[in-house]
């Protein structure tokens, strides 16, 4: 509990007039509870042993009022506890996402797209529910025992001690499950992360399922995670449940000792029957509460492991890390000196020396996983060289802003993104919005001729990933974006590889329009796109084995 307040404090510090407020209400709600048992005594000995018809007036009255208190104090508190709960979690989803965002591309690639929604989706709202419910619960039940245990301890000290001696009796048995909830609570959780995985993969990868008839074995596999999450919740729930029970007994065993005792104080008049009904009612109602309380720590225990996987993630800091300038001025030349890469133990990129100079369009050529696009991916610095160096206007690339290096270079690949909103907005996407550019954008890359046909023309929405458009038509949608951005560096990865080859040639047309004060990189196969090219360097397992000047 103390890492975990500790963990949450800067967000809890904004909220302690909040706080104040849910703290005034809990005693409230406690007060009217000690309060309410408490009136059992004169209900009992003025009315109905007594006979006081001017108590018969006014008690119930105080019941009623105890009660609307107790009722109101619990609404105000709860009100405010999930305002504080839900504000909190509402800054902890921004705060992770904007800081997931600053990682390497190489963290996404080692984890789970699914696994990383389920941390901010599922884990965060444990946060939120601990924060909202049980941190306000926890405080409520806590005054609430407090205060029933001064009533039972003002109407009977000595069968007080025989009443509450079940309570530190239960600590060893409640403490074990507690831990062992935790530990389920963990793999619960991790489970959880497996089957969001595990959808997101199959929602993304639909196509080919069904074409490859993959469907029974999606489903098997899926089924599989599904029943090992159900025998997890089973048996967190089995352990889980035990708490009751036990206090349940134990609690019947105390109560069973106070009705005796406390019968024979009644029977020799040395406790009035009011008295003893008082004490019985604060003592049965005080088993609720720490119940309650018992419940609670054991629900914190799913907290605590979601606090423990969310800050695992905010805790961990991006290995590619800015630098101070900014890149303002027109980029003259790029520059590779003795370039290493690798993905954990594959080799990419081996002691590269190569250089990119404005007005100039360089074509990359070789096999697949030759090391073309690692190249490029540097140049936006989505991957760190492990050796070497990389100059942009012969000042070092590490020394940038990342923000300031990507503002000033477009890339389109052959895997297009499309995001599910207008054609306009997908291709100012990154940049200020105008229209008539978006049009010209479009038309340089031959796009404008099927997006003016449609209904909406440029405000038409595309379904996600593009789902509505053809490949063809969602790889010029992409060009038009790179176009749209005016960068000092246009880099083409396969660009052209869905186009028709009367549309690429017309694109070839485009790429001599708007290369002038422009660094051009064509990643490319086709020998019509290769031909635009000033100098081809040929690549082979990581290395430049060939370059051709034009």
Not at 194 to 200: N, P, V
Not at 385 to 411: L, T, W
């Amino acid at each position: 509990m103390r890492i975990f307040l500790k963990r949450f404090r800067p967000y809890i510090e904004a909220y302690y007039y909040h706080f104040f407020i849910a703290f005034l209400a809990t005693l409230l709600t406690a007060g009217c509870t000690a309060w309410g048992t408490y009136l059992v005594k004169p209900v009992l000995d003025d009315i109905f042993i007594k006979k006081d018809t001017s108590m018969l007036v006014f008690l119930p009255f105080l019941v009623v009022l105890a009660y609307f208190g107790k009722s109101f104090g619990m609404y105000v508190q709860m009100y405010f506890m999930n305002y504080i709960g839900l504000d909190i979690i509402r800054k902890i989803r921004d705060r992770m996402l904007e800081h997931l965002l600053k990682m390497e591309i190489d963290f996404f690639n080692k984890m789970r797209s699914g696994e990383l929604i389920s941390r901010i989706t599922n884990d965060i709202g444990l946060i939120r529910a601990s924060v909202s419910n049980f941190l306000a619960e926890f405080v409520r039940e806590s005054l609430t025992v407090i205060g029933l245990v001064c009533v039972v301890v003002y109407q009977s000290p000595k069968l007080a001690v025989v009443g509450l001696i079940i309570m530190p009796l239960a600590i060893y048995p409640l403490a074990s499950i507690i831990k062992k909830i935790k530990k389920i609570s963990r793999l619960n959780q991790e489970k959880n992360s497996d089957i969001t995985a595990k959808l997101s993969e199959i929602f993304n990868n639909v196509e080919i399922i069904k074409a490859s008839n993959g469907e029974k074995i999606e489903q098997k596999i899926f089924t599989e995670e599904n029943h090992k999450f159900f025998k997890l919740g089973l048996k967190a729930t089995l352990i889980g449940q035990l708490s009751s029970p036990l206090m349940e007994f134990l609690g019947s065993i105390a109560i069973a000792l106070v009705i005796y005792l406390g019968g024979a104080e009644v029977i020799a008049g040395k406790m009035s029957a009011g008295a003893f009904f008082s004490f019985i009612t604060a003592l049965f109602m005080l088993y609720t509460p720490f119940k309650r309380l018992v419940n609670i720590a054991s629900s914190f225990q799913e907290a605590f492991v979601a606090a423990d996987r969310i800050f695992e993630i905010l805790d961990r800091e991006p290995k590619i890390k800015d630098g101070e300038a900014s890149l303002c001025a027109p980029i003259e030349r790029i520059s590779f000196k003795d370039v290493c890469l690798k993905y954990d133990d594959t080799r990419a990129l081996n002691k590269v020396n190569v250089e990119f100079f404005k007005n100039q369009i360089v074509a990359l050529v070789g096999k697949s996983g030759s090391g073309k696009s690692s190249l490029v991916n540097l140049i936006l610095r989505l991957y760190e060289p492990n050796s070497g160096e990389i100059f942009i206007n012969d000042v070092s690339i590490q020394s940038y802003r990342q923000e300031s290096i990507r503002d000033n270079i477009a890339i389109v690949t052959q895997r297009i993104f499309i995001f599910n909103d207008s054609i306009c907005a997908n291709v100012a996407y990154g940049g200020k919005y105008d229209r008539e550019k978006v049009i010209q954008s479009l038309k340089k890359a031959q796009a404008w001729d099927f997006v003016s046909e449609l209904p909406n023309g440029i405000d038409t929405i595309l379904d996600e990933f593009g789902a509505n458009l053809s490949g063809g038509q969602r790889q010029r949608i992409a060009i038009a974006r790179a176009i749209y951005k005016d960068p000092e560096v246009l880099i083409l990865d396969e660009a052209t590889s869905a186009l028709d080859a009367k549309t690429e040639e017309d694109f070839k047309d485009t790429i001599d329009c708007i290369a002038k004060n422009k660094i051009i990189i064509l990643i490319a196969h086709r020998p019509s796109t290769i031909e635009l090219a000033h100098r081809i360097y040929r690549f082979e397992n990581g290395e430049i084995i060939d370059e051709v000047k034009r």
